[in-house]
């Protein structure tokens, strides 16, 4: 089966650091994505992991560990804008895509 | 690139109706079309997958008579909810993916069903 955790939700200031951590169990694996979602709205692409690593990519930041089943996504210069639902989601057989409950994040002046 | 819509974005309809829920590529042919069912602060979860000219695959639990999917053409896929109940009142939202890129999938706007 699969199985995909990360915290419901996340409470940070604009201007700061936050980083949202998932974990997930899964029969399969190819790669692991980011998608940001506002509500009511569909999610939207922010990273794709394969490898091993970070990934950085202007304000936000992502890590593998294939090893560990464990993924973060770092948010930088946090924005109001940035409000928002960020969900976990692993990729894995030929097109199947399997989403976390998402982390509610929610930034404060 | 790669835009994808839906229709209509909501929808209100008695218990008993069917509703029908486009999703169009609008730049791109897709060969794959997913459809996913998000409940208030739930997960979006893969209701069923749908290639171009064949039968939909549904994941377990998805009734496919309930819900129909059709895939004519490369750029639109359809997804009717028969007989709808309170119960299947949820957002609806579609992707697509092209034959050249394996992993990813290009999400519609949704569309948010309330059956009364």
């Known amino acids: 089966g699969q199985n995909i955790d990360q915290p419901t939700e996340m409470t940070a200031t604009e201007g700061a650091i936050v980083q949202i951590n998932c974990t997930y169990q899964?029969?399969?694996?190819?790669?692991l994505f980011w998608y940001q979602q506002h509500a009511g709205e569909a999610p939207t692409f922010l990273s794709y992991?394969?490898?091993?690593g970070l990934e950085e990519k202007g304000r936000f930041s992502s890590f593998l560990s294939r090893s560990k089943g464990y993924s973060y996504l770092l948010l930088k210069e946090l924005q109001m804008k940035d409000s928002a639902s960020y969900l976990c989601a692993v990729f894995s057989g030929y097109s199947t895509l399997t989403f976390g409950k998402g982390t509610m994040l929610l930034v404060s002046p | 690139g790669a835009v994808v819509s839906q229709h209509p974005s909501r929808v209100i309809c008695k218990s008993g109706t069917s509703v029908k829920i486009e999703c169009r590529s609008l730049d791109f042919q897709a060969t794959t079309m997913f459809w996913y069912r998000q409940f208030p602060k739930q997960s979006l979860m893969l209701m069923a997958t749908?290639?171009?000219?064949?039968?939909?695959?549904?994941e377990q639990g998805v009734e496919k008579d309930k819900f129909l999917i059709n895939h004519a053409s490369l750029t639109l896929s359809t997804l009717t909810v028969t007989s709808a109940h309170p119960e299947d009142s949820s957002f609806y939202i579609c992707?697509?993916?092209?034959?050249?890129?394996?992993?990813?999938?290009?999400f519609g706007p949704g569309t948010r069903l309330t059956v009364t």
């Open positions: 992707s697509a993916r092209t034959s050249s890129d394996f992993y990813e999938q290009y």
């Open positions: 899964t029969s399969g694996f190819n790669g």
């Open positions: 992991n394969v490898l091993d």
């Open positions: 749908s290639n171009e000219g064949s039968k939909a695959t549904y």
